[in-house]
């Protein structure tokens, strides 16, 4: 058990390029949740994956971004002309089932847009 | 209006003393209440989760909940520096799929 593990740990970018990062959850675990923090704020929900399915996005999210999870394994988050305002902590944690009792954060990747 | 509230503080307490820290939430069917906590630049970590009223113990920790006033809490008794962090309250809707987190009480423990 490595834990979740998220790649790049910062990424800086400028406005209006395209970026993706990848989280790798904890082997056995089914479910997959990103979420996004600004400074001063709870995390914010973004969206989640049981196995290879998106079940749930938030309204909030921009038709910019776009989550995967092919097989069910590793998550990939997409954000497509990135703008200022995209510029965040953007977290992803996985757990084995619906409770939230073993669900585990990980690193995190920052945004900057410059 | 926010789904969960809390007061993003600084709240201040000296070495040693009860560190109280609240949480509202709107959503009359939510289910599953948790606090985390995160120290700066790292994920949060939980801490306690509760699931019916009443108070649950867990080490120096107590999380407090009241449904009928839609409010949880977490005492932190004997509170030392390294609890000094960001506590998130954290609560589950009616379906339980999604965790909506408040913005979190900055705590700072002073020896």
């Known amino acids: 058990d490595t834990g979740v593990s998220q790649d790049p740990r910062h990424k800086i970018t400028k406005r209006g390029q395209n970026v993706t990062f990848r989280c790798d959850p904890i082997s056995e675990h089914n479910r997959l949740y990103w979420y996004r923090q600004t400074l001063g704020q709870g995390p914010e929900f973004l969206t989640y994956f049981q196995n290879e399915a998106q079940l749930e996005k938030s309204r909030l999210l921009s038709n910019r971004f776009s989550a995967e999870r092919p097989k069910g394994s590793f998550s990939t988050l997409e954000i497509q002309r990135t703008e200022q305002g995209d510029s965040a902590m953007y977290l992803c944690?996985?757990?084995?089932?619906?409770?939230?009792?073993?669900?585990?954060f990980g690193s995190g990747t920052q945004l900057s847009v410059l | 209006q926010k789904e969960v509230e809390q007061n993003s503080g600084p709240l201040s307490v000296p070495e040693g003393a009860i560190a109280s820290l609240n949480c509202t939430y709107s959503?009359?069917?939510?289910?599953?209440f948790f606090w985390y906590r995160q120290y700066s630049g790292k994920s949060p970590e939980l801490i306690m989760s509760?699931?019916?009223?009443g108070d649950k113990e867990d080490g120096r920790f107590t999380a407090q909940l009241n449904k009928a006033s839609q409010y949880v809490s977490l005492l932190i008794r004997d509170s030392q520096p390294s609890d000094s962090a960001t506590y998130l309250c954290?609560?589950?809707?009616?379906?339980?799929?999604?965790?909506?987190f408040g913005g979190g009480t900055r705590l700072m423990v002073k020896p």
């Open positions: 509760i699931y019916s009223n």
């Open positions: 944690a996985s757990s084995l089932g619906t409770g939230y009792e073993k669900l585990f």
């Open positions: 959503d009359r069917v939510s289910q599953s």
């Open positions: 954290a609560v589950t809707g009616n379906a339980g799929n999604m965790l909506t």
